[in-house]
């Protein structure tokens, strides 16, 4: 049967409809997915590491510390990233990244001698007045420096590097810090810690979980996970 004039248009506007409603989805789907993109992201672990460009020639180099890394991520909602760049070589680019991270760990180191402070003192109540002001002024000095020996220009405890990648001739390493490296960095000097708990009549253990709070306190507390 012949269809009027005015039926056709109605069949061909449902369909270009319906086909500009489909072309809309599929669009919508291709830009939250990122088609449209010039980056990708790369992943550890299923954690979201680093945003690179597309044609960028990508390396994992950190597949020993997945556990970690998704530990780390799991706990406290970010990772303390760095990433250095070079034109001549991967390590030139890795010894960039350990200088800026060193260089953004002062601001963690004093955030952590003020943390440390609190968290010795309350671990302390055994011990009253000015005894007590001299134990955590001494304790939280001496935590301080061992933490401070750990970050330097070239090294740096519990940061590891695990995503190399390059851009035409240019070189890149992202390297992580492991807060709880940090941590076993610092109960690996129990010999010093109890040397002092022993002087001051406190005990190691409340010494070495008060250490374990304010770490985790600096690490939520400090503007390096902005730089994410």
Do not use: C
């Not at 449209?36 to 590491?49: D, M, R």
Request: charged share 30%; glycine share 6%.
């Amino acid at each position: 049967m012949k269809m009027k004039k005015g039926e056709l248009d109605v069949t061909t506007l449902t369909i270009i409809g319906a086909v500009a409603l489909a072309a809309a989805g599929v669009f919508a789907f291709l830009w939250v997915t990122g088609f449209f993109s010039p980056y990708k992201t790369v992943y550890i672990a299923g954690v979201p590491i680093v945003d690179v460009p597309k044609e960028a020639e990508v390396q994992i180099v950190g597949r020993a510390d997945e556990a970690r890394i998704r530990e780390t991520y799991e706990k406290h909602k970010r990772l303390i990233l760095e990433i250095g760049e070079s034109s001549l070589s991967f390590e030139a680019a890795r010894t960039d990244a350990m200088g800026k991270l060193a260089e953004r760990l002062k601001v963690f180191v004093e955030r952590f001698t003020e943390y440390a402070k609190a968290e010795l003192a309350e671990a302390m109540a055994e011990v009253q007045g000015q005894k007590k002001k001299e134990a955590v002024d001494k304790l939280s000095t001496e935590v301080h420096r061992m933490v401070q020996k750990m970050f330097t220009k070239t090294y740096v405890v519990g940061a590891h590097e695990i995503v190399r990648y390059k851009v035409g001739g240019k070189y890149y390493s992202v390297v992580y810090l492991d807060p709880e490296a940090v941590y076993e960095a610092i109960a690996a000097q129990a010999d010093v810690i109890k040397e002092l708990a022993k002087k001051y009549g406190s005990q190691a253990e409340a010494i070495f979980e008060a250490t374990r709070n304010a770490l985790d306190k600096a690490y939520e507390g400090t503007p390096l996970e902005e730089k994410k």
